[in-house]
């Protein structure tokens, strides 16, 4: 049994501990309390994390890490429908190697804001799964499909997903699947995906509703995605008269298993569709921004009881400033969040991209907070605030986090000089 103290100790599904531990074996967290009531459980001496505030790693319910290094490299298109013929020419100039050496950066940037768990959406699922072993990351990879210019049935291009995800080892990681979004694929590749997860049980994540174009497509057939979808050769026969949301319900695709990514665009009724099938809803702050979408309708979602989480989305769709670099963080997001949300408490803010994250991905209980029985996925961040304030203090922290553990393992360890095993200070140095 590892005993890891510090300053403060913030399991986020109860309240602050201060001069807190938490007791490790196994790779699972055994014990949460206070130092004077764990200090003699440990095996040798505790691992001191000093004046920091310990927390559970980050759970990022929506990334496309392959898309790390096109940060900057997009301007804010004019319409949804540009943008998207922008990152797909982008794409095509790609090399396997360049997405490989994205995807890398992109983990590295997570883990060292905090992150433990990610869901990655992947669309070059020959990187894996190679790239799974290059980092230390838990990655829940969803295998993207698309089909509006394919040559392929849904059949087979489903068939190709699924003999993929069979070749992959089982472990750490997993991979599922992601039919792009409602607008990208046809209604039978949809209905294949869908009755595919249930059959395995597996997660399912989908773009839907996130612009203002999407959101016209369906409803009236009109707008500048409308006419290139059927210039390339969409049948549009299933849009007119239905919300994105709604297109999504008729194929069997809302589930508790379903991760809604964006659902910026919802019609009356939607709230209450999403709710009614326990389909989660992760919204990025950041990109949300990016493309000036109307604000994001998290009290609806929230009055009707849908679980709301939090993604980084890609760089590719975060404003960048000259000589400001951008990473891959949920503290930014977080922080992003809570410009647009000012009302909301930073309590509430840190679960969208903890507990309620995990709960998306089916990790409850085992990710995004610190009890007895979850990963001991814990992170560091340097602290002196008072329990109450703890939240806020991480919202507002500039300073880089400090330690990160997944596993029982330590992966990283800026203040690897306080990781001295030291039990001399006194509880009163931490009130």
Not at 295 to 305: E, H, Q, S
């Amino acid at each position: 049994m590892t005993i890891v103290r510090a300053r403060l100790v913030l399991p986020v599904s109860q309240p602050p501990l201060s001069d807190g531990a938490v007791a490790i074996s196994g790779g699972r967290i055994r014990a949460v309390g206070r130092w004077s009531d764990l200090r003699r459980h440990g095996a040798g001496s505790p691992v001191d994390l000093g004046e920091s505030v310990l927390l559970p790693g980050l759970v990022n319910a929506h990334c496309h890490l392959d898309y790390t290094a096109m940060a900057g490299q997009l301007a804010p298109p004019q319409s949804f429908s540009a943008w998207i013929k922008n990152i797909t020419a982008l794409k095509g100039d790609w090399s396997q190697a360049d997405f490989a050496r994205s995807w890398r950066r992109g983990a590295e940037m997570l883990l060292q804001s905090g992150t433990t768990v990610v869901g990655d959406i992947e669309s070059a699922p020959d990187l894996l799964p190679e790239m799974w072993q290059a980092t230390a990351l838990r990655v829940f990879s969803f295998i993207e499909l698309t089909g509006v210019q394919s040559r392929r049935a849904p059949r087979e291009i489903l068939e190709a997903a699924l003999a993929t995800i069979a070749t992959l080892p089982r472990g750490r990681h997993r991979a599922w699947l992601s039919p792009h979004a409602p607008y990208s694929t046809t209604p039978e590749l949809l209905r294949r995906c869908g009755a595919a997860a249930r059959q395995r049980r597996w997660r399912l994540a989908t773009h839907v509703a996130e612009s203002d174009e999407e959101y016209a497509m369906f409803m009236s057939r009109r707008g500048p995605m409308s006419a290139w979808l059927a210039r390339n050769g969409r049948d549009l026969s299933d849009c007119g008269g239905v919300s994105p949301v709604q297109s999504l319900a008729r194929q069997r695709l809302l589930s508790d298993r379903l991760l809604a990514v964006h659902a910026n665009y919802l019609a009356p009724g939607d709230a209450d569709l999403l709710a009614r099938h326990g389909t989660h809803v992760v919204h990025c702050p950041r990109s949300h921004a990016y493309f000036g979408h109307r604000p994001f309708p998290v009290t609806a979602l929230l009055r009707r009881g849908v679980n709301v989480c939090l993604g980084t989305d890609s760089l590719a769709t975060v404003q960048t400033r000259r000589h400001e670099p951008v990473a891959l963080d949920l503290f930014a997001e977080m922080r992003a969040f809570s410009q647009t949300h000012p009302a909301w408490s930073p309590d509430a803010i840190l679960r969208l991209s903890t507990v309620n994250g995990a709960r998306a991905l089916g990790l409850a209980g085992r990710a995004g907070e610190i009890r007895p029985g979850a990963w001991a996925d814990l992170i560091a961040v340097p602290c002196d605030s008072r329990p109450r304030e703890a939240a806020a203090a991480l919202l507002g922290c500039s300073q880089p986090v400090a330690a990160v553990m997944i596993g029982g393992k330590w992966i990283l360890a800026r203040i690897s000089h306080q990781l001295s095993m030291s039990s001399d200070r006194s509880p009163s140095q931490f009130t």
